[in-house]
């Protein structure tokens, strides 16, 4: 009797467990602030990252929470791919932002832009490489131009330049770039440029760090969806340890920021200890801080 009485204990545990991460959480939406001090002279921003929305119908939640995040004085808003989970998704996209980003809204494809993923890729393909991912690419087309409609500039192995304010911007296509076709993308940057790179999976990063790179964006790893108190992300699906899973880090003078994403597949959305989330970062430049050190000492005086 007491095996039994444990046993539906264990059950009772394990379904309230898989409603929290299901239905919960899924919806426990976040917003994070964080500040980013360069050594470099760039001009002082605000930037919106948000990743790996996967859209599709139907969608309710999500899309007030980006309504409401994106309705500050921004000056850049990077997507950094996982846009779409099929083209049920098209439609959201143009409901996304509240306002437009003084500086422009810029985004990149992710792997599920490209694939449309069955279970089997998600069960099997966990251990069969070859069915890691569904044979043929999907046509993106459509939702590029949903993107372009939105106010969004999509970057596909492509650099863009903000002159006025000494702003380059690279996007890298899914899933990554070799050495020299990121280093012919930056030397597009002109040196004294504010140097700001989009990708999805975090593949390859000390290539940015070698190059001069500032800051990187990425997504892809939803922050691991499942983390473990001491532990950390269960699974990271990408070169980054456990303890880089999302968030802000550096590796020499580049700063990366992964997101945790604001949603998933929705055939394994599941989080625990993980919330859906979007960050503001605010840049902040050595000279900006020189400045207000300055004006700071002379109020004392």
Not at 93 to 122: E, F, M
Request: hydrophobic share 40%.
């Amino acid at each position: 009797m007491f095996i039994l009485i444990s046993l539906l204990f264990v059950f009772i545990l394990i379904l309230a467990w898989f409603y929290y991460a299901y239905v919960i959480e899924t919806k426990l939406y976040q917003t994070h602030n964080l500040v980013v001090d360069l050594t470099a002279n760039a001009t002082n921003l605000n930037i919106l990252h948000i990743s790996d929305l996967h859209l599709c119908s139907p969608e309710s939640h999500k899309i007030d929470f980006l309504k409401n995040i994106s309705d500050n004085d921004l000056d850049l808003v990077f997507l950094t791919g996982d846009v779409f989970e099929n083209y049920s998704g098209l439609p959201y996209i143009c409901q996304i932002l509240s306002r437009t980003p003084k500086l422009g809204a810029y985004a990149v494809l992710g792997n599920h832009d490209y694939y449309d993923y069955r279970w089997i890729n998600k069960t099997i393909g966990k251990i069969i490489k070859r069915l890691k991912h569904p044979a043929q690419r999907r046509d993106v087309s459509s939702m590029i131009e949903a993107l372009q409609n939105a106010n969004f500039k999509v970057l596909r192995n492509e650099v863009d330049l903000i002159d006025q304010y000494k702003i380059g911007i690279i996007g890298i296509d899914y899933p990554t770039v070799e050495y020299r076709k990121l280093e012919s993308l930056v030397k597009q940057i002109p040196d004294d440029y504010l140097k700001l790179v989009l990708f999805h999976i975090p593949l390859n990063l000390q290539n940015m760090v070698k190059l001069g790179v500032n800051i990187a964006f990425g997504g892809h790893t939803h922050g691991g969806q499942i983390k473990l108190p001491y532990i950390g992300a269960v699974f990271t699906d990408s070169e980054l340890p456990r303890d880089k899973a999302s968030g802000l880090f550096n590796y020499g003078q580049t700063y990366f920021h992964v997101s945790n994403g604001a949603g998933a597949d929705p055939k394994t959305n599941i989080r625990f200890l993980c919330p859906p989330s979007a960050t503001i970062l605010q840049v902040r430049s050595k000279e900006s801080l020189k400045s207000q050190a300055k004006l700071y000492n002379i109020v004392q005086e």
